[in-house]
C-alpha cells in the first residue's frame, strides 16, 4: 500500500492548537499502522535552538541530536514513537540546501527563485523521507496560518503535492477559529469563512475542517461553514476547549473523524483506545492531589515548560494524582519581593527546570538549600542539577563556589565547561545533545525507578560537574547515582538521607509519555504525594 498523506494547515491566529491537532488525528490512526510526523516551519533559522523560550517556546531536544519544534513533543508523547530532526523543516533548512546546490553549479546556470526551486526542494524532502522510512501514514504540519509570507512556500508544495502522489492518497484538514461571542449569546463564522476562502485561493480545497471553539458547535454552524466550504457537513468537526489534552483524540473520535479518515484514505484497521480513556479520566478524575513548585525565570510563558508540565501530567495520571504546579519567578526571591516560605507554602515537592543565564540564579539556589534542608522532595533537571551541585558545595562542603557559567573567575569552580565545549564558537547545533547513557549505581533510589543498570535519556547543555570536586562532594555525603559511559560525566546525583533529593544533567522530561511516564518524574510524583500524606 502507498503511503498516505495528510496535510495539516491552520488559519485566523496562531496557538489554536494545530500540533495538538495533529498528534491526535496521528493517535487516532496509529493501531498497526507506521506513522511519520512532519513539521514545517517558516522562520529562516535553521532550528529553534538559538530561540528564546519566552518568544518560540520550548526546544524539543530529540534523540539523534536535533533541536526541534516544540509540537515535536506532542506528537512523541501522543503517539510512542522517537521522531528525527530531518522530520523538521525550516525555511532557514529548505534555502540553505537549495543554496548549496545553486553554489555547486546542480541547476546548470538557471535563476533560482522560491518558485519552482523552494518548493521542489520542500517536496523533494517529503519524498526523501517517506522513501527513506516506508510509512503507512505521514502527517505534514505546517506551521503558522495561511496567509503568513513565510509559510507560502510550504503551503504550494502541498497544493502541488497531490498531483505527485495521487489524489487517492492525500487528503488535506484545516484548522480554523470559530470565536462565540457572548454579547451576542452565539458562535460566529466570518473570520472562518475569511479563512478558508484564503486557503481555497492557494488551490487547497480541504477535505476536513477542525474548528476551535468554546463550545460543540450547533448544527446550524456546521451547516453554515460545510455550504461554504462545500463538504459535507459530517466533515465539520469541533475543537472545543477542554483542560486535558489527551481527551482530544476522543472528542474527534466521537465526532466521527476516524471514520471519516478511514473512509477518505481507504484504510481498514481497529484502533482500541480504551487504556486511553482510562488514563484521561484519571487525569480529569484523580483520587488524589498535589502541589509542585516549578521555579524558573520563564514562568510568564508556560510553554517554555512544556515537557515539564506534561511529564508531571504523565507521573500523575499513573499515581492517581492531579499535580497542581505552582509558578515562581526566582527573579523575585532573589531581589527580595518574594519570601521563600511564602513561594513554596504548600508545596509537596520543589521542581528546579533548565535554563541558561544568571538571572534568577541566587533565587534558585537559595530554593534548592531550603528543600534540602527541610525534606520536601526536589527535581533538579539540568541547570537545576548543576545549581544543587553549586549550593551543596557551598553550604554542606563549605567551599565559596561557583559555577563559570555565572562566574568566570570563581575560586571553586565545581561547574564548568565541558573540555570540548570550551573553544567553541558557534552557538547552533554544538551543545552535548541527545541521548546518551548513563551507567547507574547499584542501590540508589535512581536505579530503584528505572530497576535497570543504565538509562538513556536526552542532554542539552555546555557545563559539567568539574571531575576536580567529584571527590570533595562524594565525602561530604553527595551520590552520583549515575554517570557518563567513559566515567567522567556526573549524569544524576542524590542525597541518601532525604526523602526524595534527586537531580539530572538530562532533560528526562523529554522521553515521558501518557502510556509510559518517565521512571524520573513518577519517582517524585510518588514522593511528592507521599510527602503530602505524611
Same mark, same amino acid.
Given at each position: ?109 538557471? /535563476? $533560482?527563485? =522560491?518558485?519552482?526551486?523552494?518548493? *521542489?526542494?520542500?517536496? #523533494? !524532502?517529503?519524498? %526523501?523521507? &517517506?522513501? +527513506?522510512? @516506508?510509512?503507512?501514514?505521514? /502527517? $505534514?504540519? =505546517?506551521?503558522?496560518?495561511?496567509? *503568513?509570507?513565510?509559510? #507560502? !512556500?510550504?503551503? %504550494?508544495? &502541498?497544493? +502541488?503535492? @497531490? ?6 492518497? =492525500? ?18 463564522? @466570518? ?344
Amino acid at each position: 500500500m502507498p503511503t498516505k498523506y495528510i496535510v495539516i494547515t491552520g488559519g485566523v491566529l496562531s496557538g489554536l492548537g494545530k500540533g495538538i491537532a495533529t498528534a491526535s488525528i496521528a493517535r487516532l490512526l496509529k493501531s498497526n499502522n507506521k506513522i511519520v510526523t512532519v513539521k514545517c516551519d517558516g522562520y529562516l533559522n535553521v532550528d529553534p535552538g538559538t530561540m528564546n523560550p519566552i518568544e518560540h517556546g520550548e526546544v524539543f531536544v530529540l534523540a539523534d541530536g536535533g533541536e526541534v519544534d516544540m509540537d515535536f513533543g506532542h506528537y512523541e508523547r501522543f503517539l510512542g514513537i522517537t521522531c528525527k530532526s530531518d522530520w523538521n523543516l525550516t525555511s532557514g533548512k529548505i534555502f540553505s540546501r537549495v543554496i548549496a546546490k545553486e553554489r555547486e553549479g546542480k541547476y546548470l546556470g538557471k /535563476t $533560482i527563485q =522560491i518558485f519552482p526551486h523552494i518548493t *521542489d526542494e520542500i517536496k #523533494s !524532502w517529503w519524498k %526523501e523521507i &517517506a522513501q +527513506q522510512e @516506508k510509512p503507512d501514514i505521514m /502527517t $505534514i504540519e =505546517i506551521g503558522g496560518t495561511v496567509g *503568513d509570507i513565510e509559510n #507560502s !512556500w510550504f503551503v %504550494e508544495a &502541498a497544493r +502541488q503535492f @497531490k498531483k505527485e502522489v495521487g489524489p487517492e492518497n =492525500i487528503i488535506y484538514i484545516h484548522l480554523t477559529y470559530v470565536p462565540f461571542l457572548d454579547s451576542v449569546g452565539e458562535p460566529k463564522t @466570518k473570520p472562518a469563512q475569511r479563512d478558508l476562502a484564503l486557503l481555497r485561493e492557494k488551490g487547497i480545497y480541504p477535505d476536513i475542517i477542525i474548528c476551535r471553539s468554546k463550545n460543540i458547535l450547533p448544527e446550524k454552524i456546521r451547516e453554515k461553514i460545510a455550504l461554504f466550504s462545500d463538504i459535507d457537513k459530517n466533515n465539520i468537526i469541533t475543537g472545543r476547549d477542554i483542560e486535558c489534552i489527551y481527551e482530544v483524540p476522543l472528542i474527534f473520535k466521537e465526532q466521527g473523524l476516524l471514520d471519516n479518515l478511514k473512509e477518505k484514505l481507504k484504510l481498514d484497521f481497529k484502533e482500541d483506545l480504551t487504556d486511553w480513556e482510562k488514563l484521561v479520566q484519571r487525569i480529569k478524575t484523580p483520587k488524589n492531589a498535589i502541589t509542585i513548585a516549578v521555579c524558573g525565570k520563564y514562568t510568564e510563558l508556560k510553554d517554555s515548560y512544556a515537557s515539564i508540565i506534561e511529564a508531571l501530567t504523565h507521573a500523575g495520571a499513573h499515581c492517581d494524582t492531579k499535580v497542581k504546579l505552582k509558578w515562581i519567578e526566582t527573579t523575585d526571591i532573589e531581589n527580595g519581593k518574594l519570601k521563600i516560605e511564602d513561594a513554596i507554602k504548600d508545596a509537596d515537592g520543589i521542581l528546579i527546570p533548565g535554563g541558561f543565564g544568571s538571572r534568577g540564579v541566587e533565587g534558585k539556589i537559595s530554593i534548592i538549600k531550603h528543600a534540602r534542608e527541610n525534606n520536601i522532595p526536589f527535581l533538579g533537571i539540568c541547570y537545576g542539577l548543576q545549581l544543587a551541585v553549586v549550593e551543596f558545595a557551598r553550604n554542606v562542603c563549605k567551599l565559596s563556589a561557583h559555577s563559570t557559567e555565572i562566574e568566570e573567575k570563581t575560586s571553586n569552580p565545581v561547574i564548568d565547561y565541558i573540555p570540548e565545549q570550551r573553544n567553541i564558537k558557534s552557538k547552533g547545533g554544538t551543545m552535548r545533545l541527545g541521548a546518551c547513557r548513563a551507567i547507574l549505581q547499584k542501590g540508589t533510589i535512581l536505579q530503584s525507578l528505572y530497576n535497570t543498570d543504565e538509562a538513556s535519556e536526552r542532554h542539552r547543555h555546555r557545563y559539567e560537574v568539574n571531575p576536580a570536586y567529584h571527590e570533595i562532594l562524594q565525602k561530604n555525603g553527595m551520590v552520583f547515582s549515575g554517570i557518563s559511559e567513559n566515567k567522567r560525566l556526573v549524569e544524576y546525583i542524590e542525597l541518601p538521607k532525604h526523602p526524595f533529593f534527586v537531580a539530572t544533567q538530562a532533560h528526562n522530561e523529554l522521553t515521558s509519555r501518557l502510556e509510559k511516564p518517565n521512571p524520573l518524574f513518577f519517582g517524585f510524583v510518588r514522593a511528592a504525594l507521599k510527602s503530602h500524606n505524611v
